[in-house]
C-alpha cells in the first residue's frame, strides 16, 4: 500500500510560507496617496524648474551676443585702423579707373563718326584704356569710322605691339615750287 505524506508538516509549511510573505508584504512602504497639498507642492517645484531653465537660455543667448558684439567692435577697430592704407590704394585704383570707364560709357553712347573724330584727337594709352573698357561692338564702329592710320595705331596699341616701328610714318611733304610760267597754248605751233 502505497503510505500517504502525513498532512500536518504540509500544514505546517504553507503556514510558515504565508507567515514570511504577509511580513514581506507589511515591510514593504505602501505607496503614499497623493493629497491636494502635495500635487500643488509638485507642480510648483516643476514651474520653478522650468522658470530657471528659461533664464538660463536667455542668460546663454545674452552672453553669446555679448561675445559677438565684442568681436565685431574689434573688427570694426582693426578696420579702421587699416582703413587709411585700403582707403588710399582703392582711391588710387578708383581715380585710375574711373575717368576711362566714365570716358567709356560717354564714346559708347556718341554716334560712331562723331566720336570717332574726337577720339583721334586722345594720347593712345588714353584710346587704349577706354577702348578697353568700351563694348566690343562700339569700339569696332568707332574704328571703323577713324582714318586708317589712327585705327591702325590704335589697334596695334591694343595688341600690345609698339605702333610707332610697326607703322612707317609718312614723310613729311615738301613744298612744290610755284609752276614755272607756262607758254601760252597759241604760241607754240
Not at 570716358?103 to 573724330?117: F, G, H, N, V
Request: hydrophobic content about 45%; charged content about 25%; aromatic content about 2%.
Amino acid at each position: 500500500m502505497s503510505r500517504r505524506p502525513p498532512l500536518l508538516p504540509l500544514l505546517a509549511g504553507m503556514a510558515a510560507l504565508a507567515i514570511v510573505a504577509n511580513g514581506v508584504a507589511i515591510s514593504a512602504p505602501a505607496a503614499p496617496q497623493e493629497t491636494r497639498m502635495g500635487v500643488s507642492i509638485k507642480q510648483s517645484v516643476k514651474d520653478r524648474d522650468r522658470a530657471a531653465a528659461e533664464r538660463n537660455r536667455a542668460l546663454d543667448l545674452r552672453e553669446q551676443a555679448a561675445r559677438a558684439a565684442e568681436e565685431r567692435l574689434k573688427a570694426e577697430m582693426l578696420a579702421k585702423q587699416n582703413a587709411p592704407k585700403a582707403a588710399a590704394a582703392g582711391k588710387a585704383a578708383e581715380e585710375e579707373e574711373g575717368p576711362y570707364d566714365s570716358l567709356a560709357r560717354i564714346y559708347q553712347t556718341m554716334k560712331p563718326a562723331k566720336a570717332a573724330r574726337v577720339f583721334e584727337q586722345l594720347e593712345l594709352d588714353v584710346q587704349v584704356q577706354v577702348a578697353q573698357r568700351m563694348r566690343d561692338r562700339a569700339t569696332a564702329s568707332i574704328l571703323a569710322s577713324m582714318s586708317p592710320d589712327a585705327a591702325a595705331r590704335l589697334s596695334m596699341a591694343m595688341a600690345g605691339k609698339n605702333a610707332q616701328k610697326a607703322l612707317p610714318q609718312p614723310a613729311p611733304r615738301a613744298a612744290r615750287p610755284a609752276p614755272a610760267a607756262a607758254p601760252a597754248a597759241g604760241n607754240a605751233r
